[in-house]
């Protein structure tokens, strides 16, 4: 009778331990196919993001064209009135939704100076074109976009010297 007790406490032990086994490896595999899932929807959510930015942005740089260094003799007051207008309406599109806080507010920046000057018909405001430059980086920013970098025609790179420093860039951007 001692041999049978023994045998099945210590079979019911056995269990007991295959069970917690495959109960604790079950929980981990949910645990790991919840985390790829959150992941996957992050990434979803990113790149859609991303195109949303990509359909939307050239509206702004479109809107901000007449302000540019090009144009500064052509540029009057009622000029910077329409520039507000088209950014404010912007803003209030899908990309201004879906822009970056910062990028936001630098666009909001550009577009309040440029109301301001529109309203007082004077002086240019001193701060306009430090709001045009810094909306510009910023929304190549949100772009993904290389910055404002120069550009020199005589400097022969190769495609592939090009894309090593590229990817040398972005290892220290990582680093970071």
Known sequence: MLTEVTTVLLS???????????????WDQ?????QRELVEAKVARTLELHRTRLATYPTAFEAMAPLST??????????????????NAWLYSAGGMCADATTRSAVLGLRDSCDKWAANSGQRPPQLYEFRNLAVALLRRDLDLAGLESFDIRRNVTLLAQLRDDLDALDNRIRE
């Not at 019911?12 to 079950?26: E, P, Q, S, W, Y």
């Not at 090009?70 to 950014?87: F, I, S």
């Open 12 to 26: 019911g032990f056995v269990a007991l331990i295959v069970t917690t086994g495959i109960g604790a490896l079950t």
């Open 30 to 34: 949910i645990r790991r196919e919840r």
């Open 70 to 87: 090009h144009n500064r003799a052509l540029l009057t007051a009622e000029v910077g009135g329409e520039v507000a207008k088209k950014l």
